[in-house]
Structures are given as C-alpha cells and as structure tokens.
C-alpha cells in the first residue's frame, strides 16, 4: 500500500463541512512543496481567520492511508508558531493508519488551531497552514 491522501466521500463533506459540489471538486489534496520536504502541506479550501484568543477546528476534507506499522503526524508550520503565536491544540496530531475509512467519519482529518498571539491570523484559500509528516 502506497502512502496517500484521498478527498472524503461527498457523502461525508455534506456532514463535515458543506453540501456545496463545487467546493469539494475544487479542494487540493496535501502536497510536498519542494522534493526534498518532509511534509505534505494541508491547504485551505477557503479562507479562515483566527482572531488572539481564538480556536478553530479546521475540517480538512482528507483522509489518509498509509501502512499499518506507521502514522501521520500532523503539526503546523513552523512560521506559523515563530511568527503568529498559532498552534494546535494538541501540540502534535498523531494519526493512526486504521483511522482510514472508518465507520464513524471515514477517517477525516480535522486540524484544531489556537491563536495565541496578539494579532488576527489570516489564512488565504490554496495557502498552508498545517502539514502532514509519514513515519514509521
């Protein structure tokens, strides 16, 4: 088995996130952005802000499948903390490979984000704001 992200069922995106069929044909999966990154970037699939004081949990619209003596962690990007003060809430996600296609959600990814800084943290759609990292 190949390590990958696939989009969830529409299905699913209904429940999560929207019953809008553009949106969800429109969404990026989570991609490396140079061949030497370790991790895939998580996209927004619209903007989103985070104002001081703030938390959001981000439905993703991924699931992921990866071999079962491994998981996915999933941290933000390091400006992300140095610049912003924004961090998961969990410090660091740790996913496990029978979360894919489970009966209760499919395995959808969700990323929760605290701004604990001073300023608003802005998010554009098609900009990365977490990242996902396979390891043994």
Do not use: W
């Amino acid at each position: 088995m190949e390590r990958c992200f696939e989009k969830i069922s529409f299905e699913q995106f209904k429940k999560d996130i929207s019953d809008s069929r553009e949106l969800y044909d429109n969404y990026e999966l989570p991609v490396r952005k140079t061949k030497y990154s370790a991790g895939y970037n998580f996209i927004a699939m619209e903007d989103f802000e985070i104002k001081p004081g703030e938390i959001k949990n981000i439905p993703t619209g991924y699931k992921a499948k990866f071999q079962t003596d491994e998981m996915l962690l999933i941290l933000v990007r390091s400006s992300m903390g140095f610049k912003y003060n924004v961090r998961l809430c969990n410090q660091v996600g740790l996913i496990e490979s029978d979360s894919y296609n489970n009966p209760d959600n499919e395995g959808h990814l969700f990323v929760k984000l605290q701004n604990e800084g001073d300023k608003v943290f802005s998010v554009k759609k098609g900009e990365g704001y977490a990242q996902g990292i396979f390891t043994k």
